[in-house]
């Protein structure tokens, strides 16, 4: 069952509707008891990091969330801020990330980006995976995905990176450690290859 963590941030109801298509059940979980025994979980987010962070802890999953990712090796998903705050800090915020990669969140030198409105990153864009990982099968890599953030995720560990973005400088747009993934964009506004990129995520053999 995939567990969608409803912590009050996020665009859940699309992506549950991307599963009640596929015929995959998930459901949607606000507590810690709900969310005990989840076998894939995906992390949403939209908003700035530190009140997402506040709100996850409000929420009362963290602690079990962390036992869950860190030590029972569930699959999960995070996506754009839900990504953002598996890192370490945020030049958004002042609070502390959940440390899941060796990473921070920066901002975009606005110097060096020739489009505008500068920022916020918006609208489609590639994101050019860097090994061949079965998330990205099925996907088209010329159309891309759906991109809206002002920050990116700067890896420690480049062997983190699962696909690079160019936005004025590269940047991670997806990562992956272990049984953890995060993309920048968001699948759920990404038509044809988000659905593909969720499904996959579903059909994971991390064994």
Not at 78 to 93: N, R
Not at 96 to 107: C, E, P, Q, R, Y
Not at 186 to 203: D, R, T, Y
């Amino acid at each position: 069952m995939i567990s969608i963590v409803d912590y009050g941030s996020g665009n859940i109801q699309a992506i549950k509707n991307i599963y009640k298509r596929l015929n995959i059940d998930c459901k949607t979980v606000s507590t810690a008891e709900e969310l005990a025994g989840a076998t894939r979980i995906i992390l949403a987010g939209v908003g700035a990091f530190d009140e997402t962070m506040l709100l996850l802890d409000k929420s009362g999953m963290r602690e079990l969330l962390g036992k869950l990712v860190l030590e029972d090796k569930i699959p999960v998903l995070g996506v754009c801020v839900g990504m953002q705050i598996m890192a370490t800090s945020s030049d958004e915020g002042q609070l502390s990330g959940l440390n899941w990669f060796d990473a921070k969140v920066k901002i975009f030198d606005e110097s060096i980006i020739k489009q505008k409105p500068k920022t916020p990153h918006m609208g489609w864009n590639t994101a050019i995976p860097t090994n061949d990982n079965e998330i990205f099968k099925g996907v088209d890599n010329d159309k891309g995905f759906y991109f809206l953030h002002s920050f990116y995720f700067e890896c420690q560990n480049k062997s983190d990176v699962l696909a690079k973005t160019l936005y004025g400088q590269e940047f991670a747009s997806a990562v992956q450690k272990e049984n953890i993934y995060g993309f920048q964009f968001h699948p759920e506004k990404s038509h044809s290859n988000g659905i593909s990129v969720f499904k996959n995520f579903a059909e994971l053999n991390l064994c």
